[in-house]
Structure formats: structure tokens, C-alpha cells
């Protein structure tokens, strides 16, 4: 079965750091790019971070820019965010998506995030 | 920042049809998605690149694009598609993705 597993989050004081992890299984994850969505309670959807199959290529939001950090280690299914600098507004589920992506001729097209996690939940309190 | 802007709320009876919009400049250029999500669980695609339908997902979810908007339809509306919907797509320049701000479509 396809799944991906959060963990990680938890109860943090502004300024700290968090490092949430999203284990892959039933699926070889180096061949999809993966992205980080996070969602604040009662509000919607927001991408955080994305990188390619390789984790040659990252890409943040311009709200976590500079303090998170996404990678990932093909040889044990598992992908990551670390997260420094934490603030009150970062407070939110933190799910991981996979992403197929179709490449040719060096352009790359998303299928959508077509498997997701249960999510992690981080909390920054002050 | 880019956006996407979407209705907060849309409502049909069981049975009709459900039009849940979403524009942004940079949608006629880049696809877009659309994801389903009931409360406590985590979205789920029923669109992909505009108008394709991943498999499992019913016939009665389809997506359609014009100039600067993306349609998702619901026809035959059932008691069980209600949720928040989210369109996704990205900057002109692709270099990230967006979400719309989500659309609670209630069956009444």
C-alpha cells in the first residue's frame, strides 16, 4: 500500500527549531518530487516547501524562505523539513504530498499531489 | 505574492449541479489542480492538470479552463461531496505553488 507517515511536530516557544520527517513506503520516492503543505487551524491550504526526485532542486514559499530547510534521503524513503526560527504564525498541520511529475525536454509537469500524509502537527507558543 | 481567488462557499441541493470557480492571472499558462478535503482528513485530488480525473474519483467530477478561470463541476450532486475544495496552480514563472483559499460546498 502507498502511504506517507508524518512525525516530528510538536510544542515549540518561538525562535525554536523543529525537524519533521515523512516516511515513505509501498512506492520508490526518488522517482517523485515531494512537497510540504501546511494548514493553521480552521484556516485552508498553504504550500510550504517542494524539492525534486533527486533533492537536487528546493523550492520555498516566501513565508518560510531563509528558515526552513526541506531534503531528502532516497535510501530510507524519507523526506524532511527542518524547521528554524519558528514563529506563532507557523503554528499548523504539516502534511507531506507526493508529486509526479512528467519530464521532457528539460521542462517538467506536475500530475498534482496525488498521495498525502495524516499529517504532524507543530504548535509555536509564547 | 500570486493568487488564486475562489468563492468562499457554494451550496446546491442533492442531485444538481456544483460550479466551484478559481482565477488568477497565470492560469492560462500553468495547470491547474483541484483537491477535495472532509474535515479531519487530508485532501484528496479529483482533478489534475485542469481536466483530468484521477482514477478512483467519480465520472461526476470534472474540470474545465477559460482565459483566466478553472471551473470544477460537480454534477449530480451527492450528500457525500460535501467539503472544502481547493484549486492549486503556480506563479507564471512556476516557480512555486499556490492554493486558493477554499470553497465549503454544502449539500443542503
Known amino acids: 500500500e502507498v502511504q506517507l507517515l508524518e512525525s516530528g511536530g510538536g510544542l515549540v516557544q518561538p525562535g525554536g527549531s523543529l525537524r519533521l520527517s515523512c516516511a515513505a513506503s509501498?512506492?520508490?520516492?526518488?522517482?517523485?518530487?515531494m512537497s510540504w503543505v501546511r494548514q493553521a487551524p480552521g484556516k485552508g491550504l498553504e504550500w510550504v516547501s517542494g524539492?525534486?526526485?533527486?533533492?537536487?532542486?528546493?523550492y520555498y514559499a516566501e513565508s518560510v524562505k531563509g528558515r526552513f530547510t526541506i531534503s531528502r534521503d532516497n535510501s530510507k524513503n524519507t523526506l524532511y523539513l527542518q524547521m528554524n526560527s519558528l514563529r506563532v504564525e507557523d503554528t499548523a498541520l504539516y502534511y507531506c504530498?507526493?508529486?509526479?511529475?512528467?519530464?521532457?525536454?528539460?521542462?517538467?509537469?506536475?500530475?498534482?499531489?496525488?498521495?498525502w500524509g495524516q499529517g504532524t502537527t507543530v504548535t509555536v507558543f509564547s | 505574492s500570486y493568487e488564486l481567488t475562489q468563492p468562499p462557499s457554494v451550496s446546491v441541493s442533492p442531485g444538481q449541479t456544483a460550479r466551484i470557480t478559481c482565477s488568477g492571472d497565470?492560469?492560462?499558462?500553468?495547470?491547474t489542480f483541484w483537491y477535495q478535503q472532509k474535515p479531519g482528513r487530508a485532501p484528496v485530488l479529483v482533478i489534475y492538470?485542469?481536466?483530468e480525473r484521477p482514477s478512483g474519483i467519480p465520472e461526476r467530477f470534472s474540470g474545465s479552463s477559460s482565459g483566466t478561470t478553472v471551473t470544477l463541476t460537480i454534477s449530480g450532486v451527492q450528500a457525500e461531496d460535501e467539503a472544502d475544495y481547493y484549486c492549486?496552480?503556480?506563479?507564471?514563472?512556476?516557480?512555486?505553488?499556490?492554493f486558493g483559499g477554499g470553497t465549503k460546498l454544502t449539500v443542503l
Open positions: 504530498a507526493r508529486e509526479p511529475l512528467h519530464c521532457s525536454g528539460g521542462t517538467c509537469y506536475s500530475y498534482g499531489m496525488d498521495v
Open positions: 509501498g512506492f520508490t520516492s526518488s522517482s517523485y518530487a
Open positions: 492538470r485542469d481536466s
Open positions: 492549486q496552480s503556480a506563479d507564471s514563472s512556476g516557480a512555486y505553488w499556490v
Open positions: 497565470a492560469v492560462p499558462k500553468v495547470y
Open positions: 524539492i525534486s526526485g533527486s533533492g537536487s532542486s528546493t
